[in-house]
């Protein structure tokens, strides 16, 4: 099942950094909301590889409080403001296919939050939505084993509420979820459950362990939408890594795979002399073709060569890896988990002391690794290191920063429909429904009217190409993103001298017929956001278009001729 959506207390984000990145690397989720992010607005680039929204706790403690969500670079998204005190932060993506609200919240132990503000929180987030984090209510709903205020204030929630999935760590203890006690928070959420008609995600697992009192408890919920409920499963980490939360994961119960992203060649790893001798293609082929067929067929050909001897990428992300992670590391995580499963089953005095022990040991070796793999490309680098490598090896470093995949207001609840939308603005702005009447008019006439062209066929700009003029336009063509037909310029450079032969007898085809193929006329089209716009309209955005490699060559060829 692939895991949608995360969240944890985690207790100090930098200071569990490492287990954060080890949490997004094997399990991927899309979304991971996080609550005790101990952050100030001096901390930043930590995850520069993903899209980052976070609200600090602004009492001047930075040891305490605030949440963020993190959400893969794949993924639509955008911030949602919220007017409220509470420590909560929401932004609205796409998940399966589905626009979902997703709240990222902390209620602390100690903090008295009323039924109307928890409302009123309820009431900002548009439908269906997730609200996940630290609540710090007990009820046995969720399978605490005691109930307070908060606990039925929930359960009250969910009973009257509408569509939407809430998760996190609400701090309220209630039976109702497996907790051992009730409070007056976890009555309160208890209230909301039983009023709202809502979901509960939990299974009566705990999901705190208190080292102080040697105990746990379930404060960490996922309350959702009755129409998401059928979708997701609710799932227990039992591992709470460098906090005393244990993460919760949200799974799709049935397999939805996302459609890949278009694989790109490796062509530095292309073998290109298997694929020139591959390539052979005599010009005998196009007799019998018109020249729509023949440009399909020369494309399928080589395709299928590049196939054969260049790799490609899945289409998928691979596993984030960092160059710091060595075989110490990986000794001293086991013996964390080791330390930590032995207290789990034999919960003692001496089985905690181990575990923090180990637990502390861990990060100092992380650290002490992060250095030395520091230390160590600074000293690789001098005045004739190529600044290519250098950049690399910060990325590796550091993470490659990304942008944000943004959401159009109000333009629809998935990829496609937002994807019809731009292309419904851009076809708008190219239309000549632009021009005046009387422009238009003008414009219909002067097209239908026959261009007198009184030039020779002997003219030189009429003539055949040869082959000096493709090698020269091929000479100006510099690496770039292909079209539809996936043909990039280096597999053109590398075909066959034969099947060269044969693409310059193509075009000079396409040049005596003055007939442009079908296929050449298709484009990818990529929505660019203009510098400092508003990523939410649609008029933040211009088009570009990702066209043939073999139409763009033939136009290079033709400016040469005529310029």
Not at 28 to 49: A, M, Y
Not at 150 to 172: C, H, K, Q, W
Not at 468 to 489: F, I, Q
Request: aromatic share 10%.
């Amino acid at each position: 099942m692939a895991t949608q959506m995360m969240h944890w207390n985690v207790r100090g984000l930098i200071h569990n950094l490492d287990d954060i990145k080890e949490l997004l690397c094997k399990h991927k989720p899309k979304v991971f909301c996080i609550q005790e992010t101990h952050l100030n607005p001096k901390q930043f680039n930590f995850l520069r590889q993903f899209a980052i929204f976070r609200k600090d706790r602004d009492d001047g403690n930075a040891s305490s409080g605030g949440v963020a969500i993190v959400v893969d670079k794949s993924i639509a998204c955008q911030q949602l403001t919220l007017q409220t005190e509470l420590e909560a932060i929401s932004v609205r993506v796409i998940l399966f296919n589905r626009l979902i609200t997703v709240c990222s919240i902390y209620l602390p132990p100690n903090c008295q939050v009323s039924k109307t503000e928890f409302y009123n929180l309820i009431n900002q987030l548009p439908e269906p939505y997730i609200l996940a984090g630290d609540f710090n209510a007990h009820n046995s709903l969720w399978g605490d084993s005691r109930c307070d205020g908060r606990g039925r204030m929930i359960e009250s929630f969910l009973v009257t509420s509408g569509p939407y999935i809430l998760a996190g760590d609400f701090n309220a203890h209630n039976s109702l979820w497996g907790d051992s006690r009730c409070d007056g928070r976890g009555r309160m959420i208890e209230s909301f459950l039983v009023t709202s008609g809502a979901c509960l995600f939990n299974k009566k697992e705990p999901t705190y362990y208190s080292t102080q009192h040697n105990s746990y408890s379930s404060i960490d919920l996922t309350i959702g939408s009755a129409a998401l409920f059928p979708y997701l499963e609710w799932d227990v980490i039992k591992n709470p890594y460098g906090s005393d939360h244990f993460p919760v994961v949200l799974k799709l119960r049935e397999e939805h795979v996302p459609p890949p992203q278009v694989p790109h060649w490796k062509l530095a790893s292309a073998d290109w002399e298997g694929f020139k001798e591959s390539t052979r293609l005599s010009r005998d082929f196009l007799k019998n073709l018109s020249i729509d067929d023949a440009v399909t067929y020369f494309t399928a050909f080589i395709i299928e060569s590049a196939q054969r001897f260049i790799p490609e990428t899945n289409g998928y992300s691979s596993k984030r890896r960092v160059p710091w992670w060595n075989e110490d590391c990986r000794k001293a995580r086991k013996k964390q988990n080791k330390a930590w499963g032995i207290l789990r089953r034999y919960p003692n005095t001496e089985n905690l002391i181990e575990f923090k022990q180990a637990k502390s040991q861990g990060r100092r070796t992380r650290r002490q690794a992060r250095r030395e793999s520091w230390e160590k490309f600074v000293s690789g680098i001098n005045s004739y290191t190529q600044e290519r490598k250098v950049w690399n090896g910060l990325r590796r470093l550091k993470g490659q920063e990304t942008y944000t995949l943004p959401l159009v207001d109000e333009q629809g609840n998935t990829l496609e429909e937002q994807a019809d939308a731009l292309g419904a603005h851009f076809e708008s702005i190219s239309s000549s429904t632009n021009y005046t009447e009387s422009f238009r008019k003008y414009k219909e006439i002067e097209e239908r009217k026959t261009l007198n062209c009184k030039c020779q066929q002997n003219e030189p700009y009429n003539r055949p190409f040869n082959m000096a003029e493709l090698k020269a336009a091929l000479n100006t063509c510099k690496s770039s993103a292909p079209g539809a037909d996936r043909v990039m310029y280096d597999m053109i450079k590398n075909l066959h001298a034969d099947t060269q032969m044969t693409l310059l007898a193509l075009l000079n085809n396409v040049w005596a017929a003055g007939y442009l193929p079908d296929a050449w006329k298709e484009a990818i089209i990529v929505p660019i956001l203009k510098q400092a716009k508003d990523p939410s309209l649609l008029t933040s955005y211009r088009p570009i278009a990702l066209t043939s490699c073999l139409c763009k060559l033939f136009e290079k060829m033709i400016n040469r001729r005529l310029l």
